[in-house]
């Protein structure tokens, strides 16, 4: 196949990029070169929008955040738009100034491109699946709507009362993987229906409400001396956290203290 496609009035394209001769005014050059920043900017400031409504969702729905968060994926969407902002400057004011050759830029855009591919390739071979089972049909910007579940003020307390004895005899909060779906399941009812009565009966979602059993729980084993042998983090993974960060960083929110000065605290001697 031909590396090189000629158009009227000094236009061609090489190598997939365009190329134009000293003699084609530059505002036929902006016409050609601009919508090439510009509307992948619009695309990554789209991604950047859908990235955020996900993240937001994510404590309803979910008792943990690693490798699903998809914080990657937010800096790598803000580096792709950070790239055309400035490949939009280089188009727009670089031709006059002679900053850069139009030509060798569209070059080291694709490069560029080329390696945002393989990292997306690759970190999303790695991402752990949410798959549509775990997440809802409706994905709205703001609280999950109840008008649609059915669920009365009096069902959603009772509802609420058998989660409860649910999570004390059967414990699935030690579960990591723990996900509204899942706990929906084991009881029996949609997953909609036991969000709301959550949410309305605890005043909080899925994720701080899964997370409260876990550090009551590292709490009591903290202080078993049956368990000494423990380290903190080996406590923390046998009550359902996933990470030391994450353990650290919930356990200080609702204790106020770290898991170490609380055990010292609590300690008999």
Request: charged letters at 15%.
């Amino acid at each position: 196949m031909a590396a090189n496609f000629i158009y009227p009035n000094g236009i061609s394209i090489r190598y997939g990029y365009p190329h134009f001769s000293s003699d084609v005014p530059v505002t036929v050059v902006y016409i050609f070169t601009l919508p090439m920043a510009v509307i992948p900017g619009i695309y990554a400031f789209m991604g950047l929008a859908v990235l955020r409504a996900y993240r937001k969702n994510l404590p309803d729905h979910y008792s943990y955040t690693e490798r699903i968060s998809l914080n990657w994926l937010k800096w790598l969407v803000i580096s792709i738009l950070v790239l055309f902002i400035l490949l939009f400057l280089l188009i727009r004011f670089g031709r006059q100034q002679q900053v850069v050759n139009t030509e060798n830029l569209f070059t080291y855009v694709g490069t560029a491109l080329s390696i945002y591919v393989f990292i997306i390739g690759y970190m999303g071979m790695s991402q752990e699946s949410t798959t549509k089972k775990e997440m809802p049909d409706e994905k709205p910007a703001g609280p999950i709507p109840y008008k649609k579940t059915g669920l009365d003020e009096i069902s959603a307390a009772q509802l609420y009362q058998r989660l409860l004895g649910h999570m004390e005899k059967e414990k699935p909060y030690l579960r990591d993987d723990l996900s509204l779906s899942i706990l929906a399941q084991q009881i029996g009812v949609n997953p909609n229906q036991l969000s709301q009565a959550i949410n309305q009966k605890s005043a909080n979602n899925f994720f701080v409400f899964v997370n409260t059993y876990r550090v009551e729980e590292v709490k009591t084993k903290l202080l078993d001396p049956d368990l000494s042998h423990l380290s903190i983090l080996g406590i923390a993974y046998e009550c359902g956290f996933r990470s030391k960060s994450a353990f650290n960083r919930i356990f200080k929110t609702q204790t106020g203290i770290g898991p170490l000065e609380y055990q010292k605290q609590n300690s008999k001697n």
